[in-house]
């Protein structure tokens, strides 16, 4: 089947820096990737939609600023997380569609951010 | 909708019995949903998916039952294993949209943890 990559798997930081988290289509071509972030113990919250060639679509209370999206080629989608604080701390995953009407949806296995 | 965000609700069962896992979808436009598994600290894996124009789909020893007019989706697993203990989450995909945003967009639901004793 079709793989996700994400790197780093997990990174600790210090208050007020950036982080940038990478995904990875490893066998697929993706136009779109999708990036989710999951607290402890609760469900994946779709934070933005990532286009290649254009500019990212940001769910409702997403900062867009904060969290810059690049696609920048059909296999990579990057996530940096600006001027981190400790309340960014969460595991981001995400996952690319492929297929007819992008029916099958791929996840990465994750990144683990904890802001010191 | 997004999801609430709420904690999740847990299901304990012992290995041999079959478990049965709800979730309540918010989108009545939805057409196409899935069940997906998350083991500790990875990314979800498909387990199964079912169409709007279906009420029942079988796997390997998965079942998804799909109730349109409540809003209800079930996974049952039949002789449930220690190996299935896992976070369960179900998806709902709207009516795909070619030229928007929600081309491929999922929506998850709360997730239920599910674990099995030996």
């Known amino acids: 089947g079709a793989v996700v990559s994400q790197h780093p798997s997990w990174v600790i930081c210090k208050s007020g820096t950036s982080v940038k988290i990478e995904c990875r289509s490893l066998?697929?071509?993706?136009?779109?990737m999708f990036w989710y972030r999951q607290f402890p113990k609760q469900s994946l919250m779709l934070m933005a939609t990532?286009?290649?060639?254009?500019?990212?679509?940001?769910e409702q209370g997403v900062e867009k600023d904060k969290f810059l999206i690049n696609h920048a080629s059909l296999t990579l989608s990057t996530l940096t997380v600006t001027s981190a604080h400790p309340e960014d701390s969460s595991f981001y995953i995400c996952?690319?569609?492929?297929?007819?009407?992008?029916?099958?949806?791929?996840f990465g296995p994750g990144t683990r951010l904890t802001v010191l | 909708g997004e999801s609430v965000g709420l904690h999740l609700p847990t299901l304990s069962v012992q290995e041999g019995d079959n478990s049965i896992i709800n979730c309540a979808y918010s989108?009545?436009?939805?057409?196409?949903f899935i069940w997906y598994k998350q083991e500790s600290g990875k990314g979800p894996q498909f387990i199964i998916d079912?169409?709007?124009?279906?009420d029942k789909r079988q796997g390997q020893r998965v079942t998804v039952l799909l109730n349109k007019t409540v809003k209800h989706l079930s996974l049952q697993i039949a002789a449930t294993q220690p190996g299935d203990s896992a976070v369960y989450f179900c998806?709902?995909?709207?009516?795909?949209?070619?030229?928007?945003?929600?081309?491929?967009?999922?929506?998850f639901g709360q997730g239920t943890i599910l674990t099995v004793h030996p």
């Open positions: 996952s690319a569609p492929r297929g007819i009407r992008l029916a099958e949806q791929f």
């Open positions: 066998d697929f071509q993706a136009t779109t």
């Open positions: 990532s286009n290649e060639g254009s500019k990212a679509t940001y």
């Open positions: 989108n009545s436009a939805s057409d196409y």
């Open positions: 079912i169409r709007s124009n279906m």
């Open positions: 998806a709902e995909r709207p009516v795909l949209n070619a030229g928007g945003t929600s081309y491929g967009k999922l929506t």
